[in-house]
């Protein structure tokens, strides 16, 4: 087993999940009550919005929409930024364009929420986070790679292991469709081997960083390393 794959040798993240997710619930119900909530969290979240469309919106296909924002611009071919910063030698700006000229990778694995609902043989396509890394040129001190997201909220964090995996896309397309906006298009994250939460929506944003930042939810008590099926309290569950 590669060390990036076993949640076991990765000092980050996990450690940090479990010690939050302890002290929210006490030591007993761990990872049967983590995922509710989650759930709950989001529902209170989407339930403040004030013009009550974030319910109504179309998820369908078995996916739930999910925003902790009540509202998200949009954004098109024209006025879509992807910004590469921090410890990074060349600091860029993608347009949609210049990021449909690159190299496209098609992954087809099963969506799987945190809180339990599971979509099968879902097809993403986009970038290798990887290749827009290494045109970048990270610097030696790095570490990791922060998110960041146009809905002005969401935050997502990886290793820079992580980021590098062959199966972590800047995606432009599910479903071998253009990414739609309830899903976080025209670009979001797609992480395929950890929970979705890990996909952001709506990405703005990639910042090398010298140690990991845990994301939204993370923050919240949820594992910054989320692989399926070992993280989150789950790690006596069968991988899928
Ligand atoms: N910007 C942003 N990205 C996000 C979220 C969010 O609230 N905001 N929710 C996450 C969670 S918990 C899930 S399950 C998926 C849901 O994606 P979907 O709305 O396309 O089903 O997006 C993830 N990425
Ligand atoms: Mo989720």
Redesign the pocket.
């Known amino acids: 087993m590669e060390p990036h794959d076993d949640p076991g040798t990765e000092e980050r993240g996990a450690p940090l999940g479990r010690r939050l997710i302890l002290g929210m619930l006490g030591a007993g119900a761990l990872g049967v009550a983590a995922a509710p909530a989650?759930q709950r969290a989001?529902e209170s979240v989407t339930s403040k919005d004030p013009t009550g469309v974030t319910g109504l919106l179309p998820?369908g296909g078995g996916?739930?929409?999910?925003?902790?924002t009540a509202s998200v611009p949009h954004k098109d071919e024209h006025s879509y930024r992807l910004t590469v910063d921090g410890l990074v030698e060349h600091p860029a700006t993608y347009t949609l364009p210049e990021l449909r000229a690159l190299p496209q990778t098609r992954l087809v694995h099963d969506v799987q929420?945190?809180?339990g609902w599971r979509v099968p043989g879902t097809p993403f396509e986009g970038v290798r986070l990887s290749r827009i890394l290494d045109a970048a040129g990270v610097r030696p001190a790095a570490r990791a790679v922060r998110l960041t997201?146009f809905?002005g909220?969401?935050t997502e964090s990886l290793t820079l292991q992580q980021a590098r995996r062959d199966d972590v896309l800047v995606a432009l397309r599910m479903q071998d469709k253009d990414l739609g906006h309830?899903?976080?298009g025209p670009v979001?994250l797609y992480v395929a081997p950890m929970y979705?939460?890990k996909?952001?929506?709506?990405l703005s944003g990639i910042t090398v960083t010298d140690e990991v930042r845990p994301g939204?939810?993370e923050e919240r008590g949820y594992d910054v390393d989320a692989w399926v099926g070992r993280s989150n309290g789950r790690d006596d569950a069968p991988t899928t």
């Open positions: 989650l989001v998820a996916f739930r929409y999910y925003s902790v929420c945190v809180t997201c809905d909220a969401y309830s899903h976080g979001r979705f939460y996909s952001a929506k709506w939204y939810w």
